[in-house]
Structure formats: C-alpha cells, structure tokens
C-alpha cells in the first residue's frame, strides 16, 4: 500500500485560499485514481474530488465545483495539489487524501470512500466567517 501524507491545512477567513498537497511515499502507477475528502465534526465523510493519474480526468462534489481545483504533478507521479478558493464556513473540515491502486479509470463510484485502499492522516481546514 502506497503511504500517504497530506499537507496546507490551515486557518483563513471566509473568501481565502488554500493549497493542499498529498505526496506518496512511493511512485504512483498508470492504475491510480487519488481522491480528497473531508470530514466536518459530528458528519460523515464526504467526497469533494478525485484524479485519474494516467489520463487527468477529473470529479468533483457539487458543493465544490467552480471553486476547487485537483491537479497532478505528471513528471514525479508522486503528488496531488487541492487548489482550494472562494472558500466558505461550511467548508471547514479534517481533509483527507486517498488512492485506489487497482483502478483503470476513474468513475462515479470514487466518489465512496469505500473504493480506496489507502488514506492519509489527515489535515484541518479552518474557514471563518
């Protein structure tokens, strides 16, 4: 299983930006499709965007569509940036970083966590209003 660590969390006002970063701990394969999620207190885990390593296509929620960009960086293959703008209260939340090894291509279904196999620890993003 590829490591995980993310990175960028922080604090900023409402309207601010963010930069996340995930690096693996190893080089990714062509077979990889690397997805975020967030997880506000006391809700469940939400999808908010997922890559596919091979080809760039990319998901994204709808809460987050127009303001949120995920990006690759191709020649390392071992890091996937969340380009975080406009950015509101609600999107306060611990932000998680995830990979599925197996994939081919990237489909609706990442959008469960349950179609990964490995996570990062993690990393808050504040938004005050």
């Known amino acids: 299983q590829v490591q995980l660590v993310e990175s960028g969390g922080g604090s900023v006002q409402a309207g601010g930006s963010l930069r996340l970063a995930c690096a693996a701990s190893?080089?990714?394969?062509?077979?990889?499709?690397m997805g975020w999620f967030r997880q506000a207190p006391g809700m469940a885990r939400e999808f908010v965007s997922a890559?596919?390593?091979?080809?760039?296509?990319?998901?994204y929620a709808d809460a987050v569509k127009g303001r949120f960009t995920i990006s690759r960086n191709n020649p390392k293959r071992n890091t996937v940036y969340l380009q975080m703008n406009s950015l509101k209260p609600e999107d306060t939340a611990v932000y998680y970083c995830a990979a599925d090894e197996r994939a081919h291509a990237l489909s609706g279904r990442h959008q469960r966590a349950s179609e990964y196999d490995s996570w990062g620890q993690g990393t808050q993003v504040t938004v005050s209003s």
């Open positions: 890559i596919s390593w091979s080809d760039g296509t990319v998901l």
């Open positions: 190893q080089y990714t394969t062509s077979t990889l499709v």
